[in-house]
């Protein structure tokens, strides 16, 4: 226990402290909000959620806003990379973490500086109890170069509000002390909370020395919470404008506070993570407390790992090999490897933990526990594939190294030595050891090339960037839309610019319009297209999407546009409804595997568009043909019944609470709209959907496969596009039973009969084969020579196929030792081919796999295989009498030395 604080502060649970936080902020007008995903679904910029700011980023660019001024919440967040999150790190000191809990609260233009500054130095000394001679306080500085004066009015509040010694309030520099969004965007200085976690006897007035003290970067003086104050704009040109509204932003890690409440020196000592040990401890049969640094470290990395990708499964995401994909895959081979290497867990053992970090995060994130069995498959899916992979990765290494030691060097390439991180999980330090054991070294500079290459990869999931810059949107209100009218002004709207953006020559022209019939892309429907006209003006609308409240068409534009133009909005009616059936049949196809497949059933994605639907949900195994015509009965059936397509605004709450369906991953406000078909399916949803069921027409699946462990996909379509298909299917049909002389209904049996003669056909010609290659067998011995101690032959053997060869080749074979035989077969206008070459003839030089290669080039096909048996194919049967006198030649020259 730190010596510093207070012994009742162990009294200190997870659950009360999460609690306390979020009920202070309550009790004083905040709304308490659900915490977003770990990954943000609607912005491509974030890799994953690593602030809690992000589910209020566009209130502060001012693309969006809420029905409520002040909320507080705990956000899950997952950090990979950057300057502080070294993921080689986690797990070997008491303070790195890929997932933790971000404890915030927020004012949207509401109170500022002097609410928010009382209100946490009351919650900490007041409520928790923190000594205030423990605590510093730093306030910006001032900048010279944006011409920023030091925050003195947040100085003055800590001093004559809050009542914190002028001595323990510190002035601290921009890097420490001034928040940006990004380059450009909302900013503001910050002022932060330290602790001082000295033992006894420590000076208290250390933390004001800059070289020991506050932000010296060591584990004594940690910061608890910041809190910033939101008050410019960065612009383009790099210059600070006042915002309008300002708004305040905290933050505070949960682990960090609970670490300190609870007086332990580790995060990972705490209740957050030690019912995680005692269930690894139970697995792998060692206790953490009790065992080596070696294996506590194993303990830490499987614990916070299995929670990151517990977190991220439960919110949609998925193990793979791109984007947010590649990271959880490599979580999990991280782990697992110190499972193996350090634990001696071969067999899958993380996805058992998972269920203890449910129950202890399942307390504030429900969707970890409702997910738990789909959770758990992906988890062990992985491991058993980390399992397979790390073979594979061993062989690639050892294939590294005998290049290296062919060349006569003992430097790994670092670019090749990574790709076993990267590829297989083998971490620098295994790399290093195996490279050791063969007496090589591996080249630093190029690992590290490689290492920044893969982490500028893995910032982002492509190359995307903001719909709108902080100084486009500035002055855009939220786009008003009449998308789900039904009086015609949800296909064509008279309306005016609100703003016109050119683009470049790999970018889009943006136009946003004070109100807009184009639907938004969004709930994975994709964006409305059409045209945009006015006088001078045409824009021909490609895509719609969302900043925000602010909804922006992409496309090509003629012509220039002032904002406040009139201009007529029209949306392609023809894609608009094919989009609407699509959609509505989404929704029935979900309920109908619900019923066909069970409850278990959760959508991970969907894409929804004028040409087909696609549809992935949870499901451990493949779905029959049998279960896909009963869910296409279900979905037609509900469609036959032509019922009303009701939608109703109401409270989330509510409609979750009556058994509506709500999507995990989607962000819904506290008011949203319930899609109703014929009471049959209830989904929250904001897509455009058609008037009555009966208007989706046919449902037709076009497919099912697996998109990864425990995620399958359905492909299917709707309408006309549907009828099409049929006929399609119809129509082969018709033309297979013609070729067949049978009648439709006739073709299964027609065919079943067919392959019983095909079955006795390949019977006959495998006993016809099998005297063939007896008779071959009696050819080729008596043909055989001898030269030099070795029975050597060339022969061609036109009724033998490739596989008859290579039974032939295997019993000429053991006539001898030493051998060396090229046979040529037949099959299909092909040269399949045989090489035999052992003992004494590749003491003289012959090669196998080198002949092989050669007499598969000479009949313009290939081939190859060991030094002492190859085959291949060649595609040229004219050059087949040439090739053999060569391989004669070949072989005479060779045993005649």
């Known amino acids: 226990m730190n010596p510093a604080m207070p012994v009742s502060m162990t009294k200190f649970t997870a ?21 977003g995903g770990v990954f943000p679904p609607d912005d491509p910029t974030l890799l994953f959620t690593n602030a809690g700011m992000n589910q209020f980023k566009d209130v502060f660019l001012g693309t969006g806003t809420r029905d409520y001024k002040r909320a507080v919440d705990t956000q899950k967040c997952l950090r990979v990379s950057g300057k502080h999150n070294d993921l080689e790190e986690v797990g070997r000191d008491t303070y790195h973490h890929t997932f933790f809990e971000m404890l915030g609260n927020w004012s949207f233009g509401d109170y500022f500086k002097e609410d928010a500054i009382v209100w946490a130095w009351e919650l900490l000394t007041k409520v928790w109890g923190l000594p205030e001679d423990r605590l510093w306080v730093t306030v910006f500085e001032g900048d010279e170069k944006d011409g920023l004066s030091a925050d003195e009015e947040a100085e003055r509040v800590w001093i004559e509000k809050a009542g914190v010694s002028p001595s323990r309030v510190l002035r601290a520099s921009r890097e420490d002390n001034f928040w940006e969004m990004g380059d450009t965007g909302p900013c503001g200085p910050c002022t932060e909370i330290h602790i001082d976690r000295g033992g006894a006897g420590s000076d208290p007035t250390d933390g004001a020395d800059p070289e020991i003290g506050v932000n010296a970067g060591n584990e004594r003086f940690i910061e608890l919470w910041n809190l910033v104050f939101i008050q410019f704009n960065r612009l383009d040109d790099g210059s600070l404008k006042e915002l309008p509204a300002r708004h305040v932003d905290t933050g505070m890690g949960f682990e960090r506070i609970l670490s300190v409440l609870q007086g332990k020196s580790s995060n990972y000592d705490t209740d957050l993570f030690t019912p995680i040990f005692e269930r690894i401890g139970e697995l792998v049969g060692k206790d953490y407390a009790s065992s080596d640094e070696n294996v506590r470290v194993a303990f830490r990395v499987i614990a916070d790992h299995v929670r990151a990708v517990s977190s991220a499964i439960a919110d949609g995401a998925q193990p793979s090999n791109t984007g947010r994909g590649y990271v959880l895959r490599r979580l999990i081979r991280r782990a697992a ?57 061993l062989v690639e290494f050892e294939k590294l190294a005998a290049r290296v030691k062919s060349g006569e060097g003992n430097l790994l390439p670092g670019d090749q030595a990574y790709d076993l991180y990267a590829t297989y999980g083998f971490p620098q330090d295994l790399v290093e050891q195996m490279a050791e054991e063969h007496g090589f070294a591996v080249d630093q500079e190029g690992w590290e090339r490689s290492q920044a290459k ?60 004070l109100a807009t019939p184009f639907y938004a892309e969004s709930g994975g429907q994709c964006g409305d297209r059409g045209q945009v006209e006015g006088e001078g003006f045409s824009f021909q609308v490609e895509d719609t999407k969302k900043a925000g409240a602010v909804i922006v068409h992409l496309g090509k534009a003629r012509g220039q546009a002032e904002a406040g133009a009139a201009v007529v909005a029209r949306v392609d009616g023809d894609a608009r409804q094919a989009i609407s059936r699509n959609h509505t049949a989404t929704h029935l196809m979900h309920q109908a595997l619900k019923e066909v497949l069970g409850d278990h059933v959760v959508q991970q994605g969907s894409y929804v568009g004028p040409d087909r639907l696609r549809f992935d949900f949870a499901h451990p195994k493949g779905v029959s043909p049998e279960d896909i015509e009963a869910v296409e009965g279900l979905v ?50 904001g897509g455009i959907h058609v008037p009555a069921a009966g208007d989706i027409g046919s449902f037709l699946v076009l497919s ?15 309408g006309e596009a549907a009828l099409a298909e049929l006929q399609k299917i119809k129509r082969t049909l018709r033309q297979s039973a013609a070729a067949l002389k049978a009648q439709p209904d006739e073709m299964v049996a027609r065919i079943g009969a067919l392959q019983e003669k095909l079955k006795e056909a390949s019977k006959k010609k495998k006993q016809d084969s099998s005297g063939n290659v007896a008779a071959a067998f009696d ?17 061609s053997f036109p009724d033998l196929d490739g596989k008859a060869m290579e039974e032939l080749c295997g019993r000429l074979a053991t006539l001898g030792d030493s051998m060396a035989l090229v046979l040529a077969g037949s099959e299909d206008g092909r040269v399949p081919f045989q090489v035999l070459c052992t003992g004494a003839a590749q003491k003289a030089g012959l090669k196998a796999g080198t002949l092989a290669k050669s007499f598969g080039g000479m009949l313009r096909g290939g081939g190859g295989g060991r030094p002492d048996r190859a085959q291949g194919q060649g595609t040229d049967a004219s050059q087949l009498e040439a090739a053999l006198a060569q391989a004669r030649e070949i072989l005479v020259e060779a045993l005649s030395d």
């Open 337 to 393: 490897r110190f499972g193996r290497q350090v634990l001696g867990m071969e067999d899958p053992f993380l996805y058992q933990v998972a269920g203890t970090v449910s129950e202890i995060l399942g307390v504030a994130f429900p969707e970890i526990p409702e997910r738990l069995d789909h959770i758990q498959l992906i988890i062990r899916e992985e491991e058993n594939s980390f399992g397979r992979t790390l073979g594979r990765g």
């Open 636 to 685: 037609n059936r509900n469609a036959f019944t032509n019922s009303e397509v009701e939608t109703t605004i109401e409270d989330l709450e509510a409609a979750k609470e009556r058994g509506v369906t709500a999507l995990f991953g989607e962000k819904y406000d506290e008011s949203v709209r319930v899609v109703d078909v014929g009471g049959w399916s209830t989904e929250l949803c």
């Open 704 to 718: 099912e496969r697996a998109v990864s462990a425990g995620v399958r996909r359905i492909e299917a379509i709707t």
């Open 454 to 513: 893969h982490q500028e990869a893995s910032k982002s999931v492509g190359s995307f960037k903001q719909l709108l810059s902080g100084e486009e949107s500035e002055g855009l209100s939220e786009t008003h839309s009449t998308c789900h009218a039904r009086d015609g002004s949800e296909l064509l709207l008279e309306t005016s610019v609100a703003a016109f953006f050119p683009g470049g020559t790999q970018s889009p022209d943006r136009l946003v319009l």
């Open 15 to 35: 659950e009360k402290v999460r609690r306390d936080f979020l009920d202070y902020f309550v009790e004083r007008a905040h709304r308490e909000v659900p915490s």
């Open 779 to 795: 050819k080729a011995k008596a043909q055989l020579e001898e030269s030099g101690g070795v029975c050597w032959g060339v022969a």
